[in-house]
């Protein structure tokens, strides 16, 4: 089974970027979807971008981010991205990246079969 690791997460000023990087130890363009998800603790965990097909189809940043995230993913490198520009303190969190291998849903925490071990992103105002 493909494993995933997140890196990138750093703590910043508001209106600060960072890149989060998902590396898979497998070929990431044979999942379905891929995404990031992040989570507060004693919040559930929320979507906030998705990347369908290897790439190659839609991907979308969540309402929530939306103008400010970016997903992509390098098939080559097998490795997901996450651009975060304009960072406010309420993007602080813990972020995940997910696979899902096989068509079907891509919105839900359990729509997707493996993740990773999440980094930590932290905003300060």
């Known amino acids: 089974q493909v494993q995933l690791e997140e890196s990138g997460g750093d703590s910043v000023e508001s209106g600060g970027s960072l890149r989060l990087s998902c590396t898979a130890s497998g070929n990431i363009i044979n999942f379905y979807c891929m995404a990031w998800f992040r989570q507060i603790p004693g919040k559930e965990r929320e979507r906030v971008a998705v990347?369908?097909?290897?790439?190659?189809?839609?991907?979308s940043a969540d309402s929530s981010v939306k103008g400010r995230f970016t997903i992509s993913q390098d098939n080559s490198k097998n490795i997901l991205y996450l651009e975060m520009n304009s960072l406010k303190p309420e993007d602080t969190a813990m972020y995940f990246c997910?696979?899902?291998?096989?068509?079907?849903?891509?919105?839900?925490?359990?729509?997707?079969?493996?993740w990773g071990q999440g980094t930590q992103v932290t905003v300060s105002a």
């Open positions: 990347s369908y097909r290897g790439g190659a189809g839609t991907s």
């Open positions: 997910a696979a899902r291998k096989l068509l079907g849903g891509c919105a839900r925490r359990d729509d997707f079969t493996t």
